[in-house]
Nanobody, 126 residues
């Protein structure tokens, strides 16, 4: 059974930083392409960043490019999202998602990822 668990969400002030973590179990992490998505109240879930297996390909949404950095530690079965210079618009529930090699169409899109965590809340206030 695949389990995806996020952590690291918190309430912070504008301009501060946070690092989110996502740990996967029940499947070979090295065979997974990974993604971070977020959903703000009243809005649809949107892609934040995706990272292919072995870290070959990265994707960032325009709204976070230059401020967020995605990385993975295959030895720890963990995906990270370093978020710097946080803005109030970054307030959302952040979810981690995974898709096995061979099942990914190379799009950083919600419908590409079958395995999801429950999410971790990030709240940014001024």
């Amino acid at each position: 059974q695949v389990q995806v668990v996020e952590s690291g969400g918190a309430s912070v002030q504008t301009g501060e930083a946070l690092r989110l973590s996502c740990t996967v179990s029940g499947i070979d992490f090295t065979e997974l392409h990974m993604g971070w998505f977020r959903q703000a109240p009243g809005k649809e879930r949107e892609a934040v960043s995706c990272l292919s297996r072995k870290g070959v390909t990265e994707y960032y949404s325009d709204s976070v490019k230059g401020r967020f950095t995605v990385s993975r530690d295959d030895a720890k079965n963990t995906l990270y999202l370093q978020m710097n210079s946080l803005k109030s618009d970054d307030t959302a529930m952040y979810s981690c998602a995974a898709v096995p090699r061979g099942n990914w169409g190379r799009a950083c899109a919600v419908n590409e990822f079958p395995y999801w965590g429950q999410g971790t809340q990030v709240t940014v206030s001024s």
